[in-house]
């Protein structure tokens, strides 16, 4: 659908409520446009934003409205119902497209499609029953990582079944969902690059981030990871490869493995984000344009802005009562304190981060 760019001024509408629809806004704001935001619970995108609806995916009337007073719909996060996205096609554009979204929801869709363009991931196999997963155990051998076919994020939805492990019980633990079994990758690094994509095909990426994780959530991103720049050019080219087949509009990222083989690393991709990323935040404070700037204008049809990075970057997460420690951030000179509004830090919560922007070298 080819529809005209919108103007400073035009409202763009966000599906979720939560810190990632909160930092959209906020660029959006900078940038002269309003931002309209849906969700089923309050969060701390409506303390940012013009105008909120607090109401169902599934409220029709509420969906209308909603279209009716945006020129372009976004999300924050890949749940959104198919159904929400198709109804909302109907009336306006929804950036990233109703394709993207279906196949970042299925981890099984998403291997088979990157497996397609010729792009590795770990092996896998589809579980839909016991007796398929301990096929698919004979043929990955153990370690392996059972993992829910859909919405599972921050290692939520998923378990690590070793030597010696009951197999059906790992399978109940998850609820018995359609899985992917995944054979273990034993990584060197774990690294993502935060791309996007332009209404005319435009690409642009910034540098390749170096992600370390606890608990599966991650705690700390390093930019520019510690990569051959002939891995970080292939990194980034994977990510565009995936963004054109996806025909996509706005920022998508791609957490990879690297795998260490006779000297030189071997990407794996683990999964496609189809959003802005929290490995990207550091963009924010650590180069021209942030990857929440850079989002707003793929979706209004705007050129991308340079993703140039100011210097060596290091970001943490503050999750749940690490938060505390905003006075002390707020006193450590360079240090660009970010905290999200949330209430109740909760453990395991993403409450905030933190940038240092340090020169080159
Ligand atoms: P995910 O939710 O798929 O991003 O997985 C969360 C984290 O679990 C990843 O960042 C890895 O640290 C780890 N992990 C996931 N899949 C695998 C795998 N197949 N092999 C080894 N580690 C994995």
Same mark, same amino acid.
């Given at each position: 659908m080819s529809q005209p760019a919108l103007q400073p001024g035009d409202t763009i509408g966000i599906l979720g409520s939560g810190q990632l629809g909160r930092m959209i806004a906020m660029a959006a704001a900078r940038l002269g446009l309003k931002t309209h935001i849906y969700c089923p619970d309050p969060g701390p995108a409506f303390d940012v934003c013009a105008t909120f609806t607090l109401a169902a995916y599934e409220d029709e009337k509420a969906l209308a409205a909603f279209a009716d007073s945006v020129g372009v719909v976004s999300y924050e /996060?890949?749940?959104? !119902?198919a159904p929400t996205a198709g109804f909302l096609a109907a009336r306006r554009p929804v950036r990233p497209g109703a394709r993207a979204l279906a196949i970042t929801q299925d981890r099984w869709d998403e291997k088979t499609f990157l497996n397609g363009l010729g792009i590795p991931t770990a092996p896998f196999a589809r579980v839909d029953n016991v007796a398929s997963l301990e096929a698919a155990l004979e043929t990955l051998g153990r370690p392996a990582v059972l993992k829910t076919r859909? /919405? @599972?994020?921050? @290692?939520?939805?998923q378990a690590i079944i070793r030597a010696g492990d009951d197999a059906a019980s790992a399978f109940r633990s998850l609820g018995e969902q359609p899985c992917v079994l995944e054979g273990f990758v034993s990584f060197a690094r774990e690294i993502s690059v935060v791309g996007a994509r332009g209404v005319d095909g435009s690409f642009a990426a910034f540098d390749v981030c170096e992600n370390e994780h606890e608990h599966h959530i991650l705690s700390r991103t390093i930019v !520019?990871?510690?990569? $051959?720049e002939t891995t970080a050019a292939a990194a980034i080219e994977t990510t565009g490869k995936i963004a054109a087949a996806l025909d996509y509009v706005g920022v998508i990222t791609v957490e990879m493995f690297l795998v260490e083989e006779n000297g030189s690393d071997r990407i794996v991709i683990n999964e496609i984000a189809p959003r802005v990323h929290n $490995? @990207?935040?550091w963009t924010i404070d @650590?180069?021209?344009? $942030?990857q929440f700037e850079q989002h707003v204008r793929a979706i209004c049809g705007w050129p991308l802005g340079s993703p140039r990075r100011h210097g060596r970057i290091e970001m943490g997460n503050l999750i749940g009562a690490q938060a505390d420690a905003w006075p002390e951030l707020l006193r450590e000179p360079g240090v660009a304190l970010h905290l999200y509004g949330k209430h109740e830090a909760r453990a395991g919560r993403k409450m905030g981060h933190w940038t240092r922007v340090l020169p080159e070298g």
């Open positions: /996060f890949e749940n959104v !119902p859909r /919405f @599972g994020y921050d @290692g939520k939805g !520019p990871a510690q990569v $051959s $490995s @990207g935040h @650590g180069a021209a344009t $942030s």
